[in-house]
């Protein structure tokens, strides 16, 4: 898995514990799978279809770097489905993991579209 993306935990990323809000972790994971999938399968428009259990392995504080990885794990011909670990970049322990994160080829009217990354990756595999 490669690391692509870092972010600072700042105050306002904070919930009432002091810790990084569960949900802006997911908002960030969310557009960095989103920016990740849309470069691998060439096409400008992709939504979330799925996102499978996430898992909570620990909590960010402030002042924490916090770095994105991704992989492809799977392409269907109008989907990708990636892999997404998030981990504190000094201590290198894993903050969440998710398994699989669906996304989705579109057009201009939200209709599925087939992508160009699926015809590389289905003869790799």
Not at 2 to 27: A, C, E, H, I
Not at 51 to 67: C, Q, W, Y
Request: hydrophobic share 40%; with cysteine; aromatic share 10%.
């Amino acid at each position: 898995m490669k690391y692509y993306t870092r972010r600072f935990v700042k105050p306002n990323d904070l919930n009432t514990s002091d810790r990084l809000f569960g949900g802006q972790l997911l908002s960030w994971i969310d557009e960095e799978a989103a920016i990740y999938a849309s470069c691998q399968i060439k096409h400008d428009r992709v939504v979330t279809k799925y996102i499978s259990e996430i898992d909570f392995k620990t909590s960010a504080r402030l002042g924490d770097i916090l770095e994105f990885g991704l992989e492809v794990v799977d392409s269907g011909r109008t989907s990708i489905t990636l892999r997404c670990e998030v981990r504190n970049k000094k201590t290198q322990i894993v903050v969440i993991a998710i398994e699989r994160i669906v996304f989705v080829a579109i057009n201009n009217e939200g209709k599925a579209v087939p992508h160009k990354y699926a015809a590389e990756y289905l003869k790799a595999v």
